[in-house]
């Protein structure tokens, strides 16, 4: 057979098979940097898409995912887990070649609505794809050096990501000054050179042995196996944790880069520049991160991780006051490099810690009814954002400090809500209740979160000492961490005592 299944696997065809994993993830990189993101959004955009509408264009992919319940009876009827993902992910990434053809073959109005439904074919194709590969990385990937192996591939991914999106926001920009009138073209050479790439990654997927599955203990109908994941107490928690940070996140995520597009009128290339100055700290912190999930465990890498990421989005509603004002772009540049920290934590554990709590043989359930609860969440929250921005652009809270004296007025403005700022305070609070719920999922090795704080402040500051002996910088890489230490030491030990 092609695609046949193995027994076992030898140590030579376990490291052959990690090795084409981080290729495909290198190609699969390629293809997002290329087709996702600033540059999706922008294209968009100039297809005149709404609010509601880059809403929808953000609630596809997780809402797609739920085509994953279905598919566990594929993968668990038939069993050959690589074949199911090598069809269905090039049956997904051919959508990327028909989108590149858009401005060619639509006009502007007809242009957005195949786009709309381009992305949902690639998505629902790729969730088809996402509930084979899951549980096969579940049973390849060595238990012990889940977080290690994977931190290295989304550490190498993003080293190719990052000249990989300079490159194409500077080339965005030039043939916008070359050809203002035939912008929507330059879009189109990036997303075809995109899906070359994903069809690459779809050669390398094929070339990955697979371990055959462990046999299900008694017979399970369809509907009792979907079943079992709600029935685990600990992992129906680590569901309710993951869906309510997914919906705060993503009620947020979408709007960022129109809020810099639109309201803040950024160039592509500035922009480009604050994701690869994400990108750079999150490739420092994911081997950092990968140890200490190894080391401690993946709900200790959340519990820091996860509220840095929260203050992050809490930050973007001060950029403006209500104008763009000069702390605006050091503003900008510091919420870039702590959520990079903070993004290649809660990246990174989100992932494991649901393959680690997923019982061996039933993965595919498991991380079955993880992708439901995620997708549903992930996928309201963007509409609900896109269906209110427009109301909320009529709407603003403002409040200032006055002082008046004999010689004058001084006013000072300190808080200043309009629009996805409403928003962005709103994911902040849904944020801090899912850290919330996440102390309430038990997972082996997890310690409390200062000692995780205190073991990323002393990795942070060897380099640092070699580098400088000025005592203000390394306060300055300690204050955010000191902030977390604060929460968590005040309420940790008291909502560990009631959960417990």
């Not at 995912?65 to 009827?77: R, T």
């Not at 959508?95 to 992305?119: D, Y």
């Not at 709900?299 to 605006?328: Q, R």
Request: charged letters at 15%; proline letters at 4%.
């Amino acid at each position: 057979m092609r695609f046949a299944v193995k027994d076992t696997l030898t140590e030579k065809e376990i490291q052959s098979g990690l090795r084409a994993v981080i290729k495909d993830g290198l190609a699969t990189q390629t293809m997002v940097t290329l087709t996702g993101g600033v540059f999706l959004v922008a294209f968009a955009l100039k297809l005149g898409a709404s609010n509601l509408m880059i809403g929808l264009l953000a609630a596809i992919p997780p809402l797609a995912q739920l085509i994953q319940i279905p598919s566990i009876y594929l993968v668990e009827k038939y069993r050959i887990r690589r074949a199911i993902t090598v069809y269905a992910t090039a049956s997904s990434r051919i959508f990327w070649l028909v989108i590149a053809l858009i401005p060619f073959l639509f006009s502007i109005e007809a242009g957005l609505t195949f786009l709309m439904v381009a992305l949902l074919l690639y998505a629902a194709f790729g969730a088809i794809g996402s509930s084979s590969w899951n549980p096969w990385m579940r049973d390849l990937v060595p238990q012990d050096r889940l977080g290690a192996f994977f931190s290295k591939r989304m550490s190498l991914a993003a080293r190719l990501g990052i000249p990989l999106s300079l490159a194409a926001g500077f080339y965005i920009d030039y043939w916008k000054k070359l050809f203002p009138a035939y912008e929507l073209y330059g879009y189109s050479i990036l997303f075809f050179l995109g899906f070359l790439a994903g069809m690459l990654g779809v050669y390398f997927i094929s070339t990955i042995p697979e371990p055959r599955m462990a046999p299900l203990v008694g017979k399970l109908g369809f509907l009792k196996l979907l079943s079992q994941p709600f029935k685990d107490a600990n992992f129906k928690n680590l569901l309710m944790f993951l869906g309510s940070w997914n919906f705060a996140v993503n009620l947020a995520a979408p709007f960022f880069t129109v809020y810099m597009l639109t309201l803040l009128q950024l160039d592509m290339s500035f922009i480009i520049a604050l994701l690869v100055l994400s990108q750079l700290t999150s490739i420092a912190f994911l081997r950092i991160w990968g140890r200490f999930s190894d080391r401690f465990s993946n709900k200790s890498v959340l519990g820091v991780s996860g509220p840095l990421f929260m203050l992050c989005i809490l930050a973007w509603t001060f950029t403006t006051l209500p104008e763009i004002y000069v702390l605006t772009i050091p503003l900008l540049v510091a919420i870039h490099i702590f959520m990079g920290i903070s993004t290649a934590g809660v990246t990174l554990a989100s992932g494991n810690i649901g393959l680690k709590l997923a019982p061996k043989g039933q993965a595919t359930a498991y991380l079955a009814a993880n992708s439901l609860v995620n997708s549903v969440m992930a996928g309201i929250a963007p509409i609900l954002g896109g269906m209110f921005a427009d109301f909320f652009a009529q709407r603003e809270l403002a409040w200032v400090l006055t002082y008046t004296s004999p010689g004058g007025k001084l006013v000072i403005p300190t808080l200043n809500f309009q629009q996805w700022d409403f928003f962005f305070f709103l994911a902040f609070l849904i944020g801090l209740y899912s850290i919330h719920r996440l102390a309430m999922v038990k997972e082996l090795g997890e310690v409390e979160e200062k000692i995780v704080i205190h073991e990323l402040i002393s990795a942070v500051k060897r380099p640092l000492t070699n580098f400088s002996t000025a005592g203000g910088l390394q306060e300055l890489v300690q204050f955010p961490f000191s902030i977390i230490k604060q929460i968590f030491e005040k309420n940790g030990a008291e909502k560990r005592d009631k959960y417990e």
